[in-house]
């Protein structure tokens, strides 16, 4: 059998320590992982989708995490699996509140295609409250958030953010 190769999509805007223990999770089923960035036009990300590699690539040197490759898409997630000859697709559950879309994307995904499986990685409990959202709030204020994400992370908001 071949080894099996998963694609973490979404959106990474910016990566958070919550996305890096899901991908060590993740990593010890698929030693083949491809985080896939998600170029989304209904959703207005902070970061372009090449910022969003580079700082990707950035976090997972800084927290010595290697061999997991980094590549954005636009359009549909299962087009994106095919392409990269993916079989699996790893997603993230927090708080009950992402357990509806999740759900959802899962089975129109498989809807889509029935054989790709998705994969949920429960979070550690305390990165169950911990989104890219809070962490552009937190920052945007000028809070405190090397808890939340890599020093390169934190570096790419504060620049991002002198620079508005
Ligand atoms: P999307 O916009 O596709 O939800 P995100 O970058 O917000 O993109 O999240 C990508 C995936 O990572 C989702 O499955 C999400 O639930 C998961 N995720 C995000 N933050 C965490 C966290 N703190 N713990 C566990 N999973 C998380």
């Not at 223990?21 to 970061?47: C, E, H, M, S, T």
């Not at 879309?101 to 979070?123: C, G, H, K, P, W």
Request: net charge neutral; glycine share 6%; aromatic share 10%.
């Amino acid at each position: 059998m071949t080894m099996p190769k998963a694609i973490y999509p979404g959106s990474f805007d910016p990566i958070t320590y919550g996305h890096i223990d899901i991908v060590r999770r993740a990593r010890k089923l698929f030693p083949k992982l491809i985080i896939a960035i998600v170029a989304n036009p209904n959703k207005n990300a902070l970061f372009s989708v090449e910022e969003r590699e580079r700082i990707t690539r950035d976090a997972l040197t800084e927290m010595g995490i290697d061999g997991v490759e980094v590549t954005s898409y636009a359009g549909l997630l299962i087009d994106c699996v095919h392409k990269l000859g993916a079989s699996a697709v790893v997603r993230g559950l927090r708080a009950n509140s992402d357990f509806d879309y999740e759900f959802q994307m899962a089975l129109t995904n498989r809807d889509l295609d029935s054989d790709i499986e998705t994969v949920l990685f429960m979070t550690a409990g305390k990165y169950s409250f911990l989104s890219s959202s809070i962490v552009k709030e937190v920052k945007r204020f000028g809070g405190n958030i090397s808890s939340f994400v890599p020093d390169s992370v934190d570096k790419a908001l504060s620049k991002k953010f002198a620079s508005q």
